[in-house]
T-cell receptor, first 120, second 114 residues
Framework: EAGVAQSPRYKIIEKRQSVAFWCNPI?????LYWYQQILGQGPKLLIQ????????DSQLPKDRFSAERLKGVDSTLKIQPAKLEDSAVYLC??????????????????FGPGTRLTVL | GQQVMQIPQYQHVQEGEDFTTYCNSS?????IQWYKQRPGGHPVFLIQ?????EVKKQKRLTFQFGEAKKNSSLHITATQTTDVGTYFC??????????????FGTGTRLTIIP
């Protein structure tokens, strides 16, 4: 099966510019995640969607970051305006969980290749 | 907030030696997952542990979930060059209905000396 697709793979911008990332999850996966991974650190969840609804966005800097998943399939993450500290790899992941089964304990996440953002 | 720490941060071993990374949470976890990230790559799921004291094995890899569900470990026997990468634990806080967010640990970077 096809994996999680992300584009672009690399992006270099200057501070205060805007940037957008795109993600297409594995077909049939209801849950989509955006993570920020700063060099040498673990991925940090920015936002989690289930279908087209937001499950968690508690760590999303909402003054500059926004994300949408309008049709419950692909998603975009935008940064406007970018700051130097936004330099990181932005990972998109998806999982099958559909919310139909209570006490489901299996929630394997499949990650895309990521977008490496450099803010100068 | 919830923190998940891993030790050591880095580990260099001779090929054939064993390797262990430890994961500790400040709060009780409903489950824990382990991921491997090769240099320049993305995290890849290895396993999920749910039960207190659970032990699972995958060939040379042994995963353990602590009795109090606040710590976990990954042990690799007789490391090979293909084991190179960063190993992350990731935990879920609170009752698990399948879509709760994961909090990733700080990671342990393993390098192998041939």
């Amino acid at each position: 099966e096809a994996g999680v697709a992300q584009s672009p793979r690399y992006k270099i911008i200057e501070k205060r510019q805007s940037v957008a990332f795109w993600c297409n999850p594995i077909s049939g996966h209801a849950t989509l995640y955006w993570y920020q991974q700063i060099l040498g650190q673990g991925p940090k969840l920015l936002i989690q969607f289930q279908n087209n609804g937001v499950v968690d966005d508690s760590q999303l800097p909402k003054d500059r970051f926004s994300a949408e998943r309008l049709k419950g399939v692909d998603s975009t993450l935008k940064i406007q305006p970018a700051k130097l500290e936004d330099s990181a790899v932005y990972l998109c992941a998806s999982s099958f969980f559909s919310g139909l089964t209570l006490f489901t304990s299996y929630n394997e996440q499949f990650f895309g290749p990521g977008t490496r953002l450099t803010v100068l | 907030g919830q923190q998940v720490m891993q030790i050591p941060q880095y580990q260099h071993v001779q090929e054939g030696e064993d390797f262990t990374t430890y994961c500790n949470s400040s709060t009780t976890l409903s489950n824990i997952q382990w991921y491997k990230q090769r240099p320049g790559g993305h995290p890849v799921f290895l396993i999920q542990l749910v039960k207190s004291g659970e032990v699972k094995k995958q060939k040379r890899l042994t995963f353990q979930f602590g009795e109090a569900k606040k710590n976990s470990s990954l042990h690799i026997t007789a490391t090979q060059t293909t084991d190179v990468g960063t190993y992350f634990c990731a935990g879920t806080l609170g009752p698990n209905f399948g879509n709760e967010k994961l909090t990733f640990g700080t990671g342990t970077r393993l390098t192998i000396i041939p």
